[in-house]
C-alpha cells in the first residue's frame, strides 16, 4: 500500500528515485523485505549500508552530519545492517560515534573485519575496533579479503564462544577470488560470506550463491553499485518503463532489486555518504521485485547500453 508521507514527499521532490504519480511524489511505506540468516532464528532487512571511502571522515560537523542523516533514513526506512572495517580509515569510529549518539528506537547490525597476521595482531586490531565502534558485542566479524584465513576464523570463533561476536565469516570483493571463497566455505563453518555481485557482475550465481544456499550460509554483497562505475554507464540513460512492474524508480533502485530478486542473497550493503542515496537505496527494499524472466531482461537491458 501506498501512503503519502510528508517527510518523504519533500525528500522525493529533490530525490532521484521515488514514485512518481500525477506530478507528486509519494513514498512506499511497505515493510522492509526481510531474508533469514540460516541456522538462525533471526532475519535481516535486505538493504544495509557500506562504509568504505564514504565514512572516512574527521569529527568536522560539515562532514559528520549527512552521514548522521544516513544513519537515520538507514533506520527510518527498517534497514539494519552497517559494514565497515579497520583498513576504512577513520570509518569504524565514525560508525562507532554516530550510532552511539543515534536517538532511535531501530536497531543497528554491525559487521567489521580483521585484516591481520597472526593471532596477537588480530586480537591487537579487534580490541581496537571494539573501541572504536564503541561495543561490547559485534554482530558479525569477517576475515577480510581472506589474510591468514585459517588463524583468523580460529580467534573469531574464540571470540564467538566468548559472547563477543555472534557471527562469524570471510569477505572478498573480486571475482578471480571467488574459486578461493568456494575453497574456505567447503573447508571451514562459518555463518556468513561477504562478496562481490552485481548486475553487471553476475560471476557469483554460478557458484558462490548457489553454493551458499546449499550450505545454510549468509551471504553479503558487496560493491552492488561496482563502485559507482554502474551509474556511470547509465547517465542520461532513462529507465525503461517495465521497470515500474515491479516498483523500480529509479536507477539505484533497478541494480539493487537484481540482486535483492536473488534468493540465496541475504544482505546487500551499498555505501553513500548521501541522505537521498540511502532514502533511494531503501526504497529498492520494498515493494516488488523481479521475476526470473525480468531478472533476464533487466541484465540484457544493461548490458546492451
Ligand atoms: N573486501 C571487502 O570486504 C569489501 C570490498 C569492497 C566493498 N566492501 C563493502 O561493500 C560496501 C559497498 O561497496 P563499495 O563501497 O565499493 O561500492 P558500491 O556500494 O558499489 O558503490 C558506492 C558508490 O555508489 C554511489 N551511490 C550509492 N547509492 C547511490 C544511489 N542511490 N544513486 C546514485 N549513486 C549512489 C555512492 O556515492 P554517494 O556517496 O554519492 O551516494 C558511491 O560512490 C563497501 O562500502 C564496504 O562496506 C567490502
Not at 531474508?35 to 549500508?49: F, K, T
Not at 527498517?78 to 549518539?101: H, K, R
Not at 591468514?148 to 559472547?163: S, V
Not at 551509474?231 to 542520461?236: A, H, L, M, Q, S
Request: glycine letters at 10%; a positive charge; charged letters at 25%.
Amino acid at each position: 500500500m501506498f501512503r503519502l508521507n510528508r517527510r518523504e514527499f519533500i525528500a522525493g521532490t529533490i530525490a532521484t528515485g521515488l514514485l512518481k504519480t500525477g506530478g507528486l511524489t509519494l513514498a512506499d511505506d511497505r515493510p522492509m523485505l526481510h531474508r533469514s540468516i540460516p541456522g538462525s532464528a533471526e532475519e535481516l532487512p535486505i538493504i544495509g549500508l557500506g562504509t568504505a571511502r564514504v565514512f572516512n571522515v574527521d569529527a568536522s560537523p560539515g562532514l559528520r552530519a549527512p552521514l548522521k542523516a544516513v544513519l537515520k533514513e538507514l533506520l527510518d526506512g527498517g534497514g539494519s545492517v552497517i559494514d565497515t572495517a579497520p583498513s576504512y580509515g577513520m570509518a569504524e569510529g565514525v560508525v562507532g560515534d554516530l550510532v552511539a549518539g543515534l536517538d532511535h528506537p531501530g536497531k543497528v547490525f554491525l559487521a567489521t573485519k580483521v585484516a591481520a597476521n597472526g593471532k596477537e595482531a588480530g586480537l591487537r586490531q579487534i580490541q581496537n575496533s571494539f573501541k572504536d565502534l564503541k561495543t561490547g558485542v559485534v554482530d558479525l566479524y569477517q576475515v577480510h579479503n581472506l589474510r591468514d584465513t585459517k588463524q583468523q576464523l580460529g580467534l573469531l570463533r574464540e571470540l564467538r564462544e566468548e559472547g563477543k561476536i555472534r557471527y562469524i565469516g570471510v569477505t572478498h570483493y573480486v571475482d578471480s577470488q571467488h574459486d578461493e571463497l568456494v575453497d574456505w566455505v567447503r573447508r571451514e563453518p562459518m555463518d556468513f560470506l561477504q562478496f562481490n555481485y552485481s548486475i553487471a557482475g553476475r560471476t557469483a550465481e554460478r557458484t558462490l550463491l548457489p553454493l551458499c544456499a546449499d550450505l545454510g550460509i549468509a551471504t553479503m554483497i558487496n560493491r552492488p553499485f561496482q563502485r559507482g562505475r554502474l551509474f556511470r554507464g547509465v547517465k542520461g540513460k532513462a529507465l525503461p518503463e517495465w521497470a515500474a512492474d515491479f516498483d523500480c524508480h529509479s536507477w539505484g533502485q533497478f541494480f539493487l532489486k537484481y540482486i535483492a530478486a536473488h534468493p540465496a542473497v541475504t544482505s546487500i550493503i551499498p555505501a553513500t555518504a548521501n541522505p537521498k542515496h540511502m532514502l533511494d537505496n531503501i526504497q529498492a527494499g520494498k515493494g516488488g521485485l523481479p521475476d526470473a524472466r525480468q531478472r533476464v531482461k533487466m541484465f540484457q537491458f544493461v548490458d546492451s547500453l
